[in-house]
């Protein structure tokens, strides 16, 4: 049987586990990207085979295959990769021959146990990134303030910390503001010369150069900002940004760009790159205008870019509601994110992103679900479809 893809029906996920900790790995997973865990079931290919014989299958399956005979595998992980999902199959079975066997059938994908989230996390990123599951494509996403001082900067931090720790993306954090960036002064780590030489030889940025010019923080946030002098000039050129964004994306799952506004008149170009563009607003009249100045610009030069207006520092008593600026914008906005100062302050202190210092901040729950959109981690289906009630009744 073969069912028509219907994406928006389909679920994203389902998993058919025979030990404990694969599946307290699966459900990290699945929680981390806001998935249902009811789909992570005990049992292995017979259970995925008779649950999966007359329900629509999910984008992405983790299959046990423990203890079966390699010929009971290969016909069945067959059938459930002509049912259109991209199966990772999970076994005991440390041998090179067994797993080209298992990659023959038509899996993505064949880890040893025992397994942790970090590395189903890597594995699911691939498939995350395409859709065939081969070919991984980066993201490149831009932050961009619609005025000084709405927070873009803390915005851009805590979303790439969330790519990173969260999302297992390997992520790149760069600020573009090479006189006056500040987000190495906000992670507390040292500025380095690397954005700079990029800019002044792009043919050396590679992924040797990138390596020693960015700084680690965390477990794969790569930095790359600089503080220069005031009065020394750096020279930039579209083919130069261009560059430096085609290097991120080749190189990295998520590149996360702090853009200074000034980007918008002198470096054009750059804007095609990206896949979204974040405009950073507060609730004024002055952010309504410029917010709606800026969408309709930068719409023009890339019309295939996601554009989101996000709310942030929102007083308790704005000078103007979300919903005057949604009717002002004619669009919804996409996060409202309330003032807290004190909070951003201590974390601050720490020199540690918000999410990082206090993971239980409202901001941070948010921001988790808008960083699954912009990562494109496919969506839970909206409505409850027969995969999930046959998975209930089971």
């Known amino acids: 049987m073969v069912f028509e893809d ?3 029906a389909r679920e994203p996920f389902a998993a058919y586990l025979t030990d404990d900790g694969s599946q307290s790995a699966a459900t990290t997973i699945a929680q981390q990207r806001s998935w249902s865990t009811s ?40 059938e459930l990769a002509r049912l259109g999902s991209q199966v990772m199959v999970l076994g005991s079975v440390n041998d090179v021959n067994y797993f080209r066997r ?22 699911f990123v691939r498939l995350e990134q395409s859709s065939d599951g081969i070919t991984a494509q980066g993201r490149v996403v831009g932050f ?49 010369r690397g954005l700079r030489e990029a800019f002044d030889d792009p043919e050396r940025v590679d992924e040797v150069f990138l390596q020693n010019a960015m700084a680690k923080v965390g477990r794969g946030l790569h930095v790359l900002a600089t503080e220069e002098a005031f009065d020394d000039t750096v020279r930039m050129s579209d083919d130069k940004v261009l560059m430096l964004a085609d290097t991120m994306r080749a190189n990295f799952d998520m590149s996360v ?19 979204d563009i974040v405009i950073v607003a507060e609730l004024t009249l002055q952010s309504l205008r410029d917010a709606n100045r800026l969408s309709k610009l930068l719409q023009t030069r890339n019309r295939q870019a996601k554009i989101h207006v996000v709310a942030n520092q929102v007083a308790p ?21 309330a003032m807290d100062s004190k909070a951003m302050a201590a974390a601050s202190l720490k020199g540690r992103p918000l999410v990082a210092a206090d993971p239980k901040h409202k901001m941070v729950s948010d921001l988790h679900k808008f960083c699954i959109e912009l990562a494109g981690v496919p969506e839970e289906a909206k409505q409850v479809s027969f995969f999930r009630r046959r998975l209930k009744k089971a």
């Open 317 to 337: 008593k704005p000078d103007v509601t979300a919903k005057e600026f949604e009717a002002g914008m004619e669009a919804k906005l996409r996060c409202v994110f």
């Open 257 to 275: 760009l702090d853009l200074p506004r000034h980007f918008v008149m002198r470096e054009p170009a750059l804007f095609s790159r990206f896949d």
């Open 144 to 192: 961009l303030g619609c005025r000084g001082g709405v927070g873009t900067t803390t915005l851009a931090i805590n979303t790439a910390w969330i790519m990173s720790e969260k999302l297992s993306r390997r992520t790149a954090l760069v600020d573009m503001d090479i006189y006056a960036g500040s987000i190495a002064l906000s992670l507390d780590i040292e500025p380095t």
């Open 6 to 8: 219907d994406s928006s």
């Open 39 to 78: 789909s992570i079931r005990k049992g292995g290919l017979a259970t995925a085979l008779r649950l999966l014989g007359v329900a629509p299958p999910p984008r992405f399956m983790i299959v046990d295959v423990e203890g079966l005979p390699i010929e009971e595998v290969e016909q069945g992980l067959t």
């Open 102 to 123: 298992i990659m023959r059938t038509g899996a993505r994908d064949y880890l040893v146990k025992p397994i942790d989230a970090d590395m189903l996390g890597e594995i």
